[in-house]
C-alpha cells in the first residue's frame, strides 16, 4: 500500500472525439492543441496540481500515442511525484482476458485496484475535453460540509441550450433530486460539468453492482448517477461561475480559441495565481517582419510573421508569407501560410501548408446563403495547392489528398 492520499484524480481522456473530425483522426482529443501553447489536457492536470491533487490516473484508450508522450513522467505539472504523480491508465490484459473500456463508468471500474493503492477518501472524475480553471479542492471541501455521496459540479447555461446538456434539477439547498440527460423539455438551466466527487466507499460499490449489470451503458450520467439518485443517496449540486467550455466541437474548439482575444471573457492564462503548465521546448522569439501588419493575435515562440493577421491564434513554429492574409484563424503548430495566400474562419492543422494565391474559407457576411457557412477545418499535413478556393464548412483530410 502507497501512503494514504486524501484525493485521488481520474481523468477520462480515451474518447475518439469523432465531432472534431480530421484533428482527432490520428490524435486523442485531450492532446488537440489549445490557445497557442498549450494542449487540452493541460487544464484539467494544471487544475489539480493547483487544488493540491497529487495523484492523478489519467484513463486513454483512443490514438494515446502522442498524448502519452506529452504526459510522459508529469514533470510540466509538478506530477512527477515518487509515491503519486501522474499515471497513464490503457486498457490491460487480466487473467481472464482484455477489454476496452466501455464506457465511462467501466473505465474506472477497470482501474479500482489503481485507486484502492492510494486508500482515497474522494475520488474526483473529471473530462479531458473542457477549458477551464478550477479550485477542485472547494469543490471537496463542499462535498465533505454536507456529508455527501456524490457532488456534481454544476453551471449555469442559456436556458435555449439546456437540451443540449445533462440538467440537475435541485431543492433550495442544492441536493439533487432528479438528473435529466439532454431532456428535451428542460426544468431548469443547471447544466452538469461532468465533474463528479464520489465518496469512495460509495463509488466502488456502485461501480460493482453497475458491472454486474448486463443490460447497463457503464456509464456515469445514465447508469451511475440514476442509480443512487434512485436509491436515496445524498448528492449536491456545486455551484461554478467561472470560464468553462466544451471543446468537443469545431465550432466550440474555434470558439473558445476565439475567447482567449476577447478581453471581457474570464479566461486569463497569463495569471500566475492560477498557472495553466503545459510541456513546450525552449524556442526562440517569434519575428514580426516590418512588412507584417498584426492586429489582436495570439502569437506563439518560434514564428516568423511576414503577412498580414488580425483576432488569430497561431501557434509555434508557424510562417505566414508576404502578403498572407490570416484572419478569425486557428493557425497549429509547425503550420506554413504562402504568401498571398487568405486564411478567414480556419482551422489549419498541425504542419499543413497553404500554397501561393489559395483561399481558405470565407468571412459570414461575404456569405448569401448562411446554411453553407462554417469553420474551414485543413487537417495536419495537408498541403492546399497554389490558387485553389477551399470553401466554408469543408474539412479536408491528409489521407484522401492525391498527389500531384
Known sequence: MLPKQEVVAMLLAGGQGSRLGVLTKKLAKPAVPYGGKYRIIDFPLSNCV????????????YQPLILNDYIGSGQPWDL????????????????DGSDWYKGTANAIFQNINFIERYNPDY??????????????????????????????????VPME??????????????????????PKKPKSNKASMGIYVFSWYKLRKYLTE???????????????????????????????????????????????NMDLLNPNIPLDLSDETWKIYSRNPTLPPHYISLSAHVQNTL?????????????????????????????????????????????????????????????????PEEMVNMEQWGITVIGGNYIVRSGKVVPPKSMLDADDQKEV
Open 50 to 61: 493547483n487544488s493540491g491533487i497529487e495523484t492523478v490516473g489519467v484513463l486513454t484508450q
Open 299 to 363: 502569437i506563439a515562440e518560434g514564428c516568423n510573421i511576414y503577412g498580414k493577421l488580425d483576432s488569430s491564434v497561431i501557434f509555434k513554429d508557424v510562417i505566414v508569407g508576404k502578403n498572407a492574409i490570416v484572419r478569425d484563424s486557428i493557425i497549429m503548430p509547425g503550420a506554413r501560410i504562402e504568401e498571398n495566400a487568405v486564411v478567414q474562419y480556419a482551422i489549419i492543422g498541425e504542419h499543413a501548408v497553404v500554397q501561393k494565391h489559395a483561399v481558405i474559407g470565407k468571412r
Open 210 to 256: 453497475d458491472e454486474a449489470n448486463p443490460a447497463s451503458d457503464n456509464d456515469f450520467g445514465s447508469n451511475i448517477l440514476p442509480a443512487m439518485l434512485n436509491a436515496g443517496e445524498k448528492m449536491m449540486a456545486y455551484p461554478f461561475s467561472g470560464y468553462w467550455k466544451d471543446v468537443g466541437t469545431i465550432d466550440s474548439l474555434w470558439e473558445s
Open 80 to 95: 512527477d511525484r515518487l509515491n503519486a504523480g501522474v499515471h497513464v491508465l490503457p486498457p490491460y490484459q487480466h487473467i
Open 123 to 156: 475520488v474526483i472524475i473529471l473530462s479531458g475535453d473542457h477549458i477551464y480553471k478550477m479550485d477542485y479542492s472547494k469543490m471537496v471541501a463542499f462535498h465533505k460540509k454536507n456529508d455527501a455521496a456524490c457532488t456534481i459540479a454544476q453551471i449555469e
Open 161 to 182: 441550450e439546456a437540451f443540449r446538456f445533462g440538467i440537475l434539477n435541485t431543492y433550495p439547498n442544492g441536493s439533487i433530486y432528479e438528473f435529466d440527460e439532454k
